[in-house]
């Protein structure tokens, strides 16, 4: 099957390289049914990127969040424009926007 050294060694590498990945596939496979299926696997780490209407909706959204421990921090970012289409119009509107980051 093999004429020289260099087509073994070849070989062998191409096998040990197929094993390697067969570990790294099963482990991004995984990690992407887990968020396709919106389940929650232990070790994850999720991000949630939420607007509100003003400063005060997004404090008391995010004091909320961490007094029930959802999250170990959430940061306000003030002054987001939002362009959207909502019933057939484009509108825009002035928002705050929060990042929660899993525990």
């Known amino acids: 099957m093999f004429t020289d050294a260099g087509s073994i060694k070849i ?3 191409t096998v040990l390289s197929a094993l390697l990945m067969v570990s790294v596939l ?5 990690r992407m049914f ?3 299926s919106q389940t929650y696997s232990s070790g994850t780490h999720s991000a949630a990127f939420v607007t509100c209407p003003n400063d005060t909706v997004a404090k008391q ?3 909320g969040i961490v007094e029930k421990k ?3 921090c959430v940061n306000i970012v003030p002054q987001i424009t939002s362009v959207y289409e909502w019933q057939g119009k484009i ?3 002035n928002e705050v926007l929060l990042l929660q980051s899993s525990l």
Request: hydrophobic share 55%; aromatic share 10%.
């Open 61 to 63: 959204l995010a004091r």
């Open 91 to 93: 509108e825009e509107d």
């Open 34 to 36: 887990s968020m396709a």
């Open 70 to 72: 959802l999250a170990a």
């Open 26 to 30: 099963r482990w991004s496979g995984l």
């Open 11 to 13: 070989f062998c590498l």
